[in-house]
Protein backbone atom coordinates (compact mmCIF):
# COMPACT_ATOMS: atom_id res chain seq x y z
CA UNK A 1 0.00 0.00 0.00
CA UNK A 2 1.27 3.08 -0.82
CA UNK A 3 2.11 5.28 2.33
CA UNK A 4 -0.41 8.43 1.95
CA UNK A 5 -0.66 9.08 5.38
CA UNK A 6 2.89 9.33 5.88
CA UNK A 7 3.66 11.27 2.61
CA UNK A 8 0.72 13.46 3.56
CA UNK A 9 1.91 14.27 7.01
CA UNK A 10 5.86 14.71 6.25
CA UNK A 11 5.38 17.14 3.49
CA UNK A 12 4.70 19.88 6.21
CA UNK A 13 8.24 19.54 7.66
CA UNK A 14 8.64 22.68 9.91
CA UNK A 15 4.96 22.38 11.52
CA UNK A 16 5.99 18.62 12.03
CA UNK A 17 8.99 19.31 13.52
CA UNK A 18 7.35 21.38 15.92
CA UNK A 19 4.64 19.45 17.11
CA UNK A 20 6.97 16.41 17.37
CA UNK A 21 9.05 18.68 19.61
CA UNK A 22 5.74 19.93 22.03
CA UNK A 23 4.74 16.28 22.15
CA UNK A 24 8.30 15.06 23.11
CA UNK A 25 8.91 17.75 25.80
CA UNK A 26 5.34 16.59 27.47
CA UNK A 27 6.22 12.90 27.22
CA UNK A 28 9.65 13.65 28.73
CA UNK A 29 7.64 16.15 31.37
CA UNK A 30 5.30 13.03 32.37
CA UNK A 31 8.72 10.70 32.21
CA UNK A 32 10.18 12.80 34.30
CA UNK A 33 7.51 12.81 37.12
CA UNK A 34 6.90 9.31 36.68
CA UNK A 35 10.60 8.70 37.67
CA UNK A 36 10.85 11.15 40.39
CA UNK A 37 7.83 9.83 41.60
CA UNK A 38 9.45 5.92 41.67
CA UNK A 39 12.93 7.55 42.80
CA UNK A 40 11.03 9.23 45.88
CA UNK A 41 9.48 5.88 46.22
CA UNK A 42 12.68 3.88 46.10
CA UNK A 43 14.66 6.52 48.63
CA UNK A 44 11.44 6.28 50.82
CA UNK A 45 11.22 2.59 51.17
CA UNK A 46 14.95 1.22 50.26
CA UNK A 47 16.38 1.40 53.96
CA UNK A 48 13.17 -0.60 56.00
CA UNK A 49 13.21 -3.34 52.87
CA UNK A 50 17.24 -3.71 52.91
CA UNK A 51 17.73 -3.21 56.25
CA UNK A 52 17.69 -7.23 57.45
CA UNK A 53 14.91 -6.37 59.93
CA UNK A 54 12.13 -9.09 60.58
CA UNK A 55 10.11 -7.52 62.69
CA UNK A 56 9.37 -3.64 63.45
CA UNK A 57 8.25 -3.21 66.99
CA UNK A 58 6.90 0.78 67.43
CA UNK A 59 4.27 2.92 69.70
CA UNK A 60 1.12 1.84 68.89
CA UNK A 61 -0.45 3.20 65.72
CA UNK A 62 3.16 4.36 64.37
CA UNK A 63 3.76 2.13 61.01
CA UNK A 64 6.07 4.17 59.67
CA UNK A 65 9.55 5.82 59.97
CA UNK A 66 8.47 9.06 57.55
CA UNK A 67 5.91 10.35 58.88
CA UNK A 68 4.56 9.21 62.40
CA UNK A 69 6.53 9.54 65.51
CA UNK A 70 6.98 6.78 67.95
CA UNK A 71 8.59 6.97 71.30
CA UNK A 72 9.85 4.12 73.70
CA UNK A 73 12.26 3.03 75.75
CA UNK A 74 15.40 1.25 74.56
CA UNK A 75 15.93 -1.04 76.96
CA UNK A 76 12.19 -2.63 76.18
CA UNK A 77 14.65 -4.19 73.50
CA UNK A 78 15.79 -6.88 75.88
CA UNK A 79 12.45 -8.09 76.88
CA UNK A 80 11.75 -8.10 73.22
CA UNK A 81 14.65 -10.05 72.52
CA UNK A 82 13.39 -12.61 75.68
CA UNK A 83 10.30 -13.44 73.40
CA UNK A 84 10.58 -17.18 71.87
CA UNK A 85 11.84 -17.23 68.14
CA UNK A 86 13.52 -13.69 68.33
CA UNK A 87 16.85 -13.59 67.16
CA UNK A 88 18.28 -10.09 67.69
CA UNK A 89 16.00 -7.13 69.29
CA UNK A 90 18.15 -3.98 68.92
CA UNK A 91 16.82 -0.32 69.41
CA UNK A 92 16.55 2.09 66.88
CA UNK A 93 16.38 5.93 67.33
CA UNK A 94 15.09 8.65 65.02
CA UNK A 95 16.67 11.84 65.27
CA UNK A 96 15.09 14.96 62.52
CA UNK A 97 17.59 17.90 62.43
CA UNK A 98 19.40 19.80 60.67
CA UNK A 99 23.93 20.04 60.04
CA UNK A 100 25.77 22.26 59.94
CA UNK A 101 28.00 22.27 56.83
CA UNK A 102 30.63 24.49 56.39
CA UNK A 103 28.61 27.37 58.77
CA UNK A 104 25.76 26.22 55.72
CA UNK A 105 22.53 25.22 57.59
CA UNK A 106 21.50 22.06 55.81
CA UNK A 107 18.06 20.54 54.68
CA UNK A 108 16.07 18.46 57.29
CA UNK A 109 17.81 15.33 58.14
CA UNK A 110 16.47 12.01 58.91
CA UNK A 111 18.91 10.57 61.18
CA UNK A 112 18.52 6.66 62.09
CA UNK A 113 20.85 5.64 65.15
CA UNK A 114 21.78 2.04 65.40
CA UNK A 115 23.24 -0.19 68.04
CA UNK A 116 26.56 -0.66 66.93
CA UNK A 117 26.88 -3.60 68.66
CA UNK A 118 24.17 -5.69 66.34
CA UNK A 119 24.46 -3.34 64.13
CA UNK A 120 21.21 -4.27 62.86
CA UNK A 121 19.48 -0.95 61.32
CA UNK A 122 22.84 -0.11 59.69
CA UNK A 123 22.68 0.94 56.14
CA UNK A 124 23.28 -2.01 53.47
CA UNK A 125 23.56 0.37 51.00
CA UNK A 126 27.14 2.07 51.58
CA UNK A 127 28.58 1.97 48.44
CA UNK A 128 31.32 4.39 49.52
CA UNK A 129 33.48 4.22 52.61
CA UNK A 130 31.52 2.02 55.48
CA UNK A 131 28.79 1.58 57.95
CA UNK A 132 31.05 0.62 60.89
CA UNK A 133 31.17 3.48 63.00
CA UNK A 134 32.97 4.71 65.94
CA UNK A 135 31.48 7.56 68.03
CA UNK A 136 31.50 10.87 65.82
CA UNK A 137 31.30 8.78 62.74
CA UNK A 138 28.62 9.28 60.19
CA UNK A 139 26.95 7.45 57.04
CA UNK A 140 24.79 9.91 54.30
CA UNK A 141 22.83 9.97 51.46
CA UNK A 142 24.70 10.34 48.13
CA UNK A 143 22.04 12.71 47.12
CA UNK A 144 23.18 14.55 50.65
CA UNK A 145 26.75 14.07 50.21
CA UNK A 146 26.22 15.89 46.51
CA UNK A 147 24.29 18.70 47.46
CA UNK A 148 26.66 20.17 49.99
CA UNK A 149 29.76 18.71 48.52
CA UNK A 150 30.91 16.54 51.41
CA UNK A 151 32.93 13.03 50.82
CA UNK A 152 34.19 10.68 52.86
CA UNK A 153 36.25 12.10 55.66
CA UNK A 154 34.58 15.51 55.65
CA UNK A 155 33.16 16.81 58.68
CA UNK A 156 29.83 18.71 59.24
CA UNK A 157 27.90 19.12 63.22
CA UNK A 158 25.01 18.57 64.66
CA UNK A 159 23.17 19.94 67.32
CA UNK A 160 26.76 21.25 68.12
CA UNK A 161 28.93 17.80 68.05
CA UNK A 162 31.04 17.41 65.11
CA UNK A 163 30.86 14.33 62.45
CA UNK A 164 33.24 12.52 60.05
CA UNK A 165 31.39 11.29 57.07
CA UNK A 166 31.98 7.50 57.29
CA UNK A 167 30.02 6.17 54.18
CA UNK A 168 27.87 7.35 51.84
CA UNK A 169 24.55 5.74 51.35
CA UNK A 170 22.15 4.85 48.39
CA UNK A 171 18.80 4.87 47.50
CA UNK A 172 17.78 6.64 51.03
CA UNK A 173 17.10 10.21 49.19
CA UNK A 174 13.01 10.60 50.39
CA UNK A 175 13.26 14.08 47.87
CA UNK A 176 12.34 16.41 50.72
CA UNK A 177 15.21 14.77 53.62
CA UNK A 178 17.57 12.82 53.30
CA UNK A 179 18.75 10.03 55.61
CA UNK A 180 21.89 10.05 57.54
CA UNK A 181 23.23 7.11 59.85
CA UNK A 182 24.87 7.25 63.42
CA UNK A 183 25.88 5.21 66.35
CA UNK A 184 22.58 5.42 69.19
CA UNK A 185 24.95 6.62 71.58
CA UNK A 186 25.74 9.74 69.57
CA UNK A 187 22.07 9.76 68.74
CA UNK A 188 21.70 10.07 72.57
CA UNK A 189 23.77 12.93 72.97
CA UNK A 190 22.15 14.27 70.09
CA UNK A 191 18.89 14.28 71.89
CA UNK A 192 20.24 14.72 75.44
CA UNK A 193 18.30 11.46 75.90
CA UNK A 194 19.61 8.35 77.09
CA UNK A 195 17.30 5.71 77.49
CA UNK A 196 15.14 6.70 74.48
CA UNK A 197 14.70 4.69 70.98
CA UNK A 198 12.06 5.20 68.21
CA UNK A 199 11.43 1.34 67.10
CA UNK A 200 12.81 -2.01 68.65
CA UNK A 201 14.09 -4.23 65.17
CA UNK A 202 14.08 -7.86 65.52
CA UNK A 203 15.05 -10.74 63.70
CA UNK A 204 13.84 -13.97 64.39
CA UNK A 205 15.71 -17.14 64.14
CA UNK A 206 13.61 -18.99 62.06
CA UNK A 207 12.45 -17.24 58.59
CA UNK A 208 9.44 -18.95 58.38
CA UNK A 209 8.40 -18.52 61.88
CA UNK A 210 8.40 -14.57 61.31
CA UNK A 211 4.38 -14.30 61.40
CA UNK A 212 4.56 -16.85 64.39
CA UNK A 213 7.29 -14.55 66.79
CA UNK A 214 5.56 -11.31 65.60
CA UNK A 215 1.93 -12.90 66.96
CA UNK A 216 3.78 -13.75 70.46
CA UNK A 217 5.23 -10.18 70.45
CA UNK A 218 2.03 -8.87 69.83
CA UNK A 219 0.59 -10.98 73.04
CA UNK A 220 3.37 -9.97 75.11
CA UNK A 221 3.10 -6.62 74.43
CA UNK A 222 -0.19 -5.31 73.34
CA UNK A 223 0.26 -1.91 73.91
CA UNK A 224 2.73 -1.64 71.12
CA UNK A 225 2.60 -2.10 67.06
CA UNK A 226 4.40 -5.20 65.46
CA UNK A 227 4.60 -4.81 61.68
CA UNK A 228 6.34 -8.02 59.85
CA UNK A 229 9.01 -6.38 57.64
CA UNK A 230 6.30 -7.00 54.22
CA UNK A 231 3.87 -4.98 56.09
CA UNK A 232 6.22 -2.51 56.95
CA UNK A 233 7.34 -2.02 53.52
CA UNK A 234 4.25 -1.40 52.50
CA UNK A 235 3.06 0.91 54.83
CA UNK A 236 5.98 3.02 53.18
CA UNK A 237 4.63 2.78 49.75
CA UNK A 238 0.67 3.65 51.09
CA UNK A 239 2.14 6.86 52.91
CA UNK A 240 4.27 7.81 50.09
CA UNK A 241 1.41 6.83 47.33
CA UNK A 242 -0.96 8.37 49.32
CA UNK A 243 0.83 11.82 49.84
CA UNK A 244 2.02 12.08 46.14
CA UNK A 245 0.30 10.13 44.25
CA UNK A 246 -3.11 12.35 43.44
CA UNK A 247 0.23 15.01 42.24
CA UNK A 248 1.22 12.74 39.70
CA UNK A 249 -2.31 11.46 38.47
CA UNK A 250 -2.77 15.24 38.27
CA UNK A 251 -0.03 16.14 36.19
CA UNK A 252 -0.12 13.09 34.81
CA UNK A 253 -3.76 14.41 33.08
CA UNK A 254 -3.11 17.68 32.41
CA UNK A 255 0.34 16.29 30.20
CA UNK A 256 -1.74 13.78 28.46
CA UNK A 257 -4.36 16.55 27.67
CA UNK A 258 -1.57 18.81 26.28
CA UNK A 259 -0.35 16.11 24.24
CA UNK A 260 -3.96 15.25 22.74
CA UNK A 261 -4.34 18.77 22.50
CA UNK A 262 -0.89 19.29 20.68
CA UNK A 263 -1.11 16.82 18.07
CA UNK A 264 -5.03 17.43 17.63
CA UNK A 265 -3.94 21.19 16.59
CA UNK A 266 -1.28 19.80 14.05
CA UNK A 267 -3.59 17.40 12.92
CA UNK A 268 -6.56 19.90 12.81
CA UNK A 269 -4.30 22.45 10.52
CA UNK A 270 -3.04 20.05 8.35
CA UNK A 271 -6.24 18.85 6.96
CA UNK A 272 -7.16 22.52 6.95
CA UNK A 273 -4.14 23.61 5.18
CA UNK A 274 -4.36 20.92 2.26
CA UNK A 275 -8.49 20.90 1.96
CA UNK A 276 -8.00 20.53 -1.64
CA UNK A 277 -5.99 17.18 -1.79
CA UNK A 278 -8.80 15.55 0.77
CA UNK A 279 -11.26 16.61 -1.35
CA UNK A 280 -9.22 15.10 -4.47
CA UNK A 281 -9.64 11.63 -2.58
CA UNK A 282 -12.97 12.13 -1.73
CA UNK A 283 -13.87 12.76 -5.19
CA UNK A 284 -11.44 9.91 -6.23
CA UNK A 285 -13.82 7.64 -4.44
CA UNK A 286 -12.03 7.21 -1.14
CA UNK A 287 -14.32 6.18 1.95
CA UNK A 288 -14.66 8.38 4.56
CA UNK A 289 -13.25 5.37 7.00
CA UNK A 290 -10.27 5.29 4.77
CA UNK A 291 -9.28 8.95 5.32
CA UNK A 292 -10.22 8.48 9.13
CA UNK A 293 -7.45 5.83 8.94
CA UNK A 294 -5.22 7.89 7.23
CA UNK A 295 -5.61 10.77 10.02
CA UNK A 296 -5.39 8.40 12.83
CA UNK A 297 -2.07 6.67 11.20
CA UNK A 298 -0.84 10.40 11.56
CA UNK A 299 -2.04 11.07 14.98
CA UNK A 300 0.00 7.49 15.75
CA UNK A 301 3.53 8.84 13.90
CA UNK A 302 3.19 11.99 15.59
CA UNK A 303 3.00 10.68 18.66
CA UNK A 304 5.49 7.58 18.31
CA UNK A 305 8.07 10.14 17.06
CA UNK A 306 7.35 12.29 20.35
CA UNK A 307 7.60 9.41 22.09
CA UNK A 308 10.79 8.79 20.58
CA UNK A 309 11.70 12.52 20.92
CA UNK A 310 11.10 12.80 24.73
CA UNK A 311 12.88 9.72 26.05
CA UNK A 312 15.76 11.08 24.52
CA UNK A 313 15.50 14.33 25.96
CA UNK A 314 15.05 12.30 29.29
CA UNK A 315 18.10 10.94 28.16
CA UNK A 316 20.32 13.78 27.58
CA UNK A 317 18.60 15.87 30.26
CA UNK A 318 18.72 13.53 33.08
CA UNK A 319 22.86 13.98 34.01
CA UNK A 320 22.09 17.28 33.65
CA UNK A 321 19.99 17.40 36.40
CA UNK A 322 21.07 15.25 38.54
CA UNK A 323 24.23 17.50 38.13
CA UNK A 324 22.21 20.65 39.02
CA UNK A 325 19.67 18.89 41.43
CA UNK A 326 21.65 16.70 43.73
CA UNK A 327 18.51 16.34 45.97
CA UNK A 328 16.28 14.86 42.73
CA UNK A 329 16.20 11.34 42.84
CA UNK A 330 15.41 9.79 39.40
CA UNK A 331 14.42 6.20 38.69
CA UNK A 332 13.46 4.62 35.27
CA UNK A 333 11.72 1.83 35.75
CA UNK A 334 10.40 -0.59 33.07
CA UNK A 335 7.16 0.01 33.72
CA UNK A 336 7.69 3.56 32.55
CA UNK A 337 6.72 1.72 29.34
CA UNK A 338 3.61 1.97 29.91
CA UNK A 339 3.60 6.00 28.95
CA UNK A 340 4.04 4.87 25.03
CA UNK A 341 0.47 3.00 24.71
CA UNK A 342 -1.36 5.15 27.16
CA UNK A 343 0.12 7.99 24.68
CA UNK A 344 -0.58 6.25 21.60
CA UNK A 345 -4.23 6.04 22.69
CA UNK A 346 -4.53 9.71 23.30
CA UNK A 347 -3.00 10.44 20.16
CA UNK A 348 -5.60 8.32 18.43
CA UNK A 349 -8.33 10.13 20.43
CA UNK A 350 -7.01 13.39 19.58
CA UNK A 351 -7.35 12.74 15.51
CA UNK A 352 -10.59 13.14 16.70
CA UNK A 353 -11.12 17.11 16.01
CA UNK A 354 -9.09 16.52 12.33
CA UNK A 355 -11.99 13.56 11.62
CA UNK A 356 -14.66 16.09 12.35
CA UNK A 357 -13.32 18.66 10.09
CA UNK A 358 -12.46 15.77 7.65
CA UNK A 359 -16.67 15.22 7.16
CA UNK A 360 -17.25 18.59 6.44
CA UNK A 361 -14.94 18.61 3.33
CA UNK A 362 -17.28 18.03 0.45
CA UNK A 363 -16.02 16.24 -2.92
CA UNK A 364 -17.68 18.71 -5.09
CA UNK A 365 -15.05 21.12 -3.68
CA UNK A 366 -12.29 19.70 -6.24
CA UNK A 367 -14.15 22.05 -8.40
CA UNK A 368 -13.42 24.89 -6.69
CA UNK A 369 -10.44 26.72 -8.73
CA UNK B 1 -26.66 5.11 -30.50
CA UNK B 2 -26.66 2.58 -27.94
CA UNK B 3 -28.55 2.17 -24.29
CA UNK B 4 -27.92 5.31 -22.13
CA UNK B 5 -24.68 5.00 -19.54
CA UNK B 6 -26.05 7.81 -17.54
CA UNK B 7 -29.37 9.30 -17.74
CA UNK B 8 -30.50 12.81 -15.77
CA UNK B 9 -33.77 13.83 -15.83
CA UNK B 10 -35.12 17.09 -14.33
CA UNK B 11 -32.10 17.53 -12.48
CA UNK B 12 -32.32 20.78 -9.96
CA UNK B 13 -29.69 22.05 -7.88
CA UNK B 14 -30.05 24.67 -5.32
CA UNK B 15 -27.54 26.56 -2.86
CA UNK B 16 -28.81 28.31 0.10
CA UNK B 17 -26.62 30.84 1.08
CA UNK B 18 -28.83 33.43 2.63
CA UNK B 19 -31.07 33.30 -0.75
CA UNK B 20 -31.62 30.69 -2.10
CA UNK B 21 -29.41 30.15 -5.87
CA UNK B 22 -30.66 27.52 -8.30
CA UNK B 23 -27.66 26.57 -10.23
CA UNK B 24 -28.95 24.04 -12.14
CA UNK B 25 -32.54 24.33 -13.07
CA UNK B 26 -34.45 21.22 -14.83
CA UNK B 27 -31.63 20.05 -16.61
CA UNK B 28 -31.99 16.34 -18.15
CA UNK B 29 -29.57 14.55 -20.20
CA UNK B 30 -28.44 10.96 -21.19
CA UNK B 31 -24.45 9.93 -22.40
CA UNK B 32 -24.35 6.17 -24.33
CA UNK B 33 -21.38 4.70 -24.03
CA UNK B 34 -18.57 5.34 -26.48
CA UNK B 35 -20.78 8.73 -26.55
CA UNK B 36 -18.74 12.67 -26.16
CA UNK B 37 -20.99 15.25 -24.64
CA UNK B 38 -19.37 18.48 -24.39
CA UNK B 39 -21.09 21.18 -22.22
CA UNK B 40 -20.45 24.41 -22.73
CA UNK B 41 -21.68 27.85 -21.07
CA UNK B 42 -20.27 31.00 -19.67
CA UNK B 43 -18.86 31.21 -16.12
CA UNK B 44 -21.47 30.32 -13.84
CA UNK B 45 -23.96 28.70 -16.28
CA UNK B 46 -24.19 25.68 -13.88
CA UNK B 47 -22.42 23.42 -15.88
CA UNK B 48 -20.01 22.35 -13.58
CA UNK B 49 -22.68 21.99 -11.12
CA UNK B 50 -24.05 19.62 -13.56
CA UNK B 51 -21.39 17.90 -13.82
CA UNK B 52 -20.56 17.56 -10.42
CA UNK B 53 -24.40 15.60 -10.34
CA UNK B 54 -23.25 13.68 -12.60
CA UNK B 55 -20.53 12.55 -11.39
CA UNK B 56 -21.85 11.70 -7.75
CA UNK B 57 -19.76 14.14 -6.27
CA UNK B 58 -23.10 16.30 -5.39
CA UNK B 59 -26.77 15.30 -5.05
CA UNK B 60 -29.39 16.88 -7.18
CA UNK B 61 -32.05 18.81 -4.88
CA UNK B 62 -34.63 17.54 -7.19
CA UNK B 63 -35.17 15.24 -10.44
CA UNK B 64 -33.35 12.14 -10.91
CA UNK B 65 -29.70 10.63 -12.06
CA UNK B 66 -29.23 7.25 -13.04
CA UNK B 67 -25.69 5.68 -13.89
CA UNK B 68 -24.82 2.16 -14.65
CA UNK B 69 -28.49 1.66 -12.67
CA UNK B 70 -28.08 2.70 -9.83
CA UNK B 71 -29.50 5.82 -8.79
CA UNK B 72 -27.14 8.16 -7.97
CA UNK B 73 -29.91 10.69 -6.21
CA UNK B 74 -30.63 7.83 -3.49
CA UNK B 75 -26.94 6.78 -2.26
CA UNK B 76 -25.65 7.43 0.98
CA UNK B 77 -22.29 8.90 1.06
CA UNK B 78 -20.32 6.08 1.12
CA UNK B 79 -22.66 4.38 -1.68
CA UNK B 80 -21.47 7.41 -3.90
CA UNK B 81 -17.98 7.28 -2.83
CA UNK B 82 -17.88 3.40 -3.96
CA UNK B 83 -19.91 4.68 -7.19
CA UNK B 84 -16.99 7.49 -7.87
CA UNK B 85 -14.12 4.92 -7.14
CA UNK B 86 -15.84 1.97 -9.86
CA UNK B 87 -17.68 3.99 -12.26
CA UNK B 88 -16.51 7.17 -12.86
CA UNK B 89 -13.03 8.76 -13.54
CA UNK B 90 -12.65 12.35 -13.18
CA UNK B 91 -10.14 14.75 -14.83
CA UNK B 92 -9.79 18.35 -13.82
CA UNK B 93 -8.46 21.36 -14.34
CA UNK B 94 -6.31 21.93 -12.16
CA UNK B 95 -5.07 18.26 -12.50
CA UNK B 96 -5.18 17.34 -8.90
CA UNK B 97 -2.83 15.65 -8.30
CA UNK B 98 -0.88 14.65 -5.10
CA UNK B 99 2.52 16.32 -5.36
CA UNK B 100 3.82 14.35 -2.59
CA UNK B 101 2.84 10.77 -4.38
CA UNK B 102 5.15 9.92 -7.63
CA UNK B 103 3.20 9.91 -10.94
CA UNK B 104 2.87 6.30 -10.68
CA UNK B 105 1.96 6.48 -6.95
CA UNK B 106 -1.21 8.76 -7.72
CA UNK B 107 -2.41 5.98 -9.88
CA UNK B 108 -1.79 3.18 -8.22
CA UNK B 109 -3.29 4.76 -5.51
CA UNK B 110 -6.82 4.84 -7.14
CA UNK B 111 -6.60 1.32 -7.84
CA UNK B 112 -5.07 0.09 -4.31
CA UNK B 113 -8.73 2.15 -3.05
CA UNK B 114 -10.87 0.04 -5.51
CA UNK B 115 -8.78 -3.45 -4.89
CA UNK B 116 -9.31 -4.23 -8.89
CA UNK B 117 -5.96 -5.79 -9.07
CA UNK B 118 -3.75 -8.15 -7.16
CA UNK B 119 -0.95 -6.66 -9.10
CA UNK B 120 -1.85 -2.49 -8.40
CA UNK B 121 1.89 -1.32 -9.45
CA UNK B 122 1.83 -2.68 -13.04
CA UNK B 123 -1.65 -1.68 -13.41
CA UNK B 124 -0.89 1.42 -12.48
CA UNK B 125 2.56 1.23 -15.04
CA UNK B 126 -0.07 -0.19 -17.77
CA UNK B 127 -2.53 2.86 -17.36
CA UNK B 128 0.33 5.20 -17.55
CA UNK B 129 1.67 3.57 -20.88
CA UNK B 130 -1.92 3.95 -22.24
CA UNK B 131 -1.51 7.31 -22.14
CA UNK B 132 2.20 7.26 -23.31
CA UNK B 133 3.29 8.60 -19.49
CA UNK B 134 5.02 5.36 -18.61
CA UNK B 135 8.34 7.37 -18.85
CA UNK B 136 7.38 9.53 -16.40
CA UNK B 137 6.48 7.18 -13.42
CA UNK B 138 9.13 7.82 -11.03
CA UNK B 139 8.64 11.74 -11.01
CA UNK B 140 7.04 13.69 -8.92
CA UNK B 141 3.88 15.13 -9.95
CA UNK B 142 5.89 18.57 -9.50
CA UNK B 143 8.34 18.42 -12.27
CA UNK B 144 5.56 18.10 -14.72
CA UNK B 145 4.51 20.40 -17.08
CA UNK B 146 0.78 20.82 -18.00
CA UNK B 147 0.18 18.09 -20.24
CA UNK B 148 2.19 15.68 -19.13
CA UNK B 149 0.35 16.27 -15.52
CA UNK B 150 -2.99 16.04 -17.53
CA UNK B 151 -2.12 12.75 -19.04
CA UNK B 152 -1.31 11.40 -15.88
CA UNK B 153 -4.31 12.86 -14.36
CA UNK B 154 -5.86 10.66 -17.53
CA UNK B 155 -4.06 7.61 -16.70
CA UNK B 156 -5.43 8.08 -13.06
CA UNK B 157 -9.07 8.31 -14.12
CA UNK B 158 -8.86 5.67 -16.85
CA UNK B 159 -6.96 3.21 -13.75
CA UNK B 160 -10.20 1.93 -12.28
CA UNK B 161 -11.48 0.80 -15.46
CA UNK B 162 -14.74 3.33 -15.44
CA UNK B 163 -17.59 3.26 -17.22
CA UNK B 164 -17.71 6.83 -17.31
CA UNK B 165 -14.91 9.80 -17.47
CA UNK B 166 -15.73 13.63 -16.44
CA UNK B 167 -13.44 15.76 -17.25
CA UNK B 168 -13.77 19.74 -15.82
CA UNK B 169 -12.11 22.32 -18.49
CA UNK B 170 -9.23 19.43 -19.19
CA UNK B 171 -7.59 21.88 -21.49
CA UNK B 172 -8.30 24.93 -20.03
CA UNK B 173 -4.32 25.28 -18.49
CA UNK B 174 -2.70 23.80 -21.19
CA UNK B 175 -0.85 24.74 -24.71
CA UNK B 176 -2.43 23.68 -27.61
CA UNK B 177 -0.31 21.12 -28.18
CA UNK B 178 -1.14 19.57 -25.32
CA UNK B 179 -4.67 20.24 -25.13
CA UNK B 180 -4.92 18.45 -28.41
CA UNK B 181 -2.89 15.50 -27.00
CA UNK B 182 -5.43 15.63 -23.78
CA UNK B 183 -8.60 15.66 -26.15
CA UNK B 184 -7.02 13.00 -28.33
CA UNK B 185 -6.73 10.36 -25.42
CA UNK B 186 -10.36 11.64 -24.06
CA UNK B 187 -12.02 11.25 -27.40
CA UNK B 188 -10.07 7.40 -27.27
CA UNK B 189 -11.25 6.72 -23.92
CA UNK B 190 -14.83 6.89 -26.06
CA UNK B 191 -14.10 5.40 -29.39
CA UNK B 192 -11.57 2.52 -28.63
CA UNK B 193 -12.82 1.66 -24.47
CA UNK B 194 -16.57 2.76 -25.08
CA UNK B 195 -16.62 4.66 -22.22
CA UNK B 196 -19.04 7.58 -22.01
CA UNK B 197 -17.22 11.08 -21.78
CA UNK B 198 -18.53 14.02 -20.53
CA UNK B 199 -16.39 17.18 -20.58
CA UNK B 200 -17.15 20.56 -19.60
CA UNK B 201 -15.23 23.52 -21.66
CA UNK B 202 -14.80 26.93 -22.85
CA UNK B 203 -12.53 25.36 -25.36
CA UNK B 204 -14.22 25.22 -28.93
CA UNK B 205 -11.41 22.82 -30.26
CA UNK B 206 -13.42 20.01 -28.68
CA UNK B 207 -16.69 20.61 -30.26
CA UNK B 208 -14.99 18.95 -33.24
CA UNK B 209 -14.30 15.83 -31.88
CA UNK B 210 -17.73 15.92 -29.61
CA UNK B 211 -20.55 13.66 -30.58
CA UNK B 212 -23.00 16.62 -28.74
CA UNK B 213 -22.61 19.50 -27.63
CA UNK B 214 -24.57 20.92 -24.88
CA UNK B 215 -25.14 24.98 -24.14
CA UNK B 216 -26.47 25.62 -20.50
CA UNK B 217 -26.84 30.22 -19.35
CA UNK B 218 -28.62 30.78 -16.29
CA UNK B 219 -28.59 27.07 -14.81
CA UNK B 220 -30.78 26.03 -18.01
CA UNK B 221 -29.83 24.25 -21.14
CA UNK B 222 -30.37 26.05 -23.93
CA UNK B 223 -30.38 23.10 -26.88
Known amino acids: MIPVARRLLFRNRGGLIVTIAGVAATISLLLFLFAVHDGVRDGSTRYVSTAGVDIWVSQKNSDNILK ?24 LTRVITKADVNGRRSSTLFILAFDPETNLGAPTTVSDGSAKLERGEIVLDRSFVKKYRLGVGSMLEIQGRAFTVKGISEGTNALVSQFGFTRRDDAAAILGLENTASFILVTVREPDERSKVAERIRVQFPDLSVHEADDFVRYHHEEMQSGVLPVFAAAAIFGAFVCALIVALMLYNTVLSRREDYATLKALGASQRWLVRVIVTQALIVTALGCAGGAAIVAAMTPLLLYTVPALSLRYEPQLLFVLPVALLVGAVSALAPVGLLKRIYPGEVFRA | MNEPLLRAEEVTKEYAAGVVVRAVRGVSLSVAAGEIVLIMGPNGSGKTTLLSMLGGL ?20 RELADFRLRHAGFVFQGFRLLDELSVRENVQLVIELAGISSNPREAAEAALDSVGALHLAERSPRVLSGGEKQRVAIARALANRPMLILADEPTGSLDSVAGEATIALLESAARTDGRGVVIVSHDSRIARHADRVVEMEDGVMRN
Open chain 1, 68 to 91: SSSFLPADLAFEVAEVDGVAVASP
Open chain 2, 58 to 77: VRPTSGRIVAGGRALHELSD
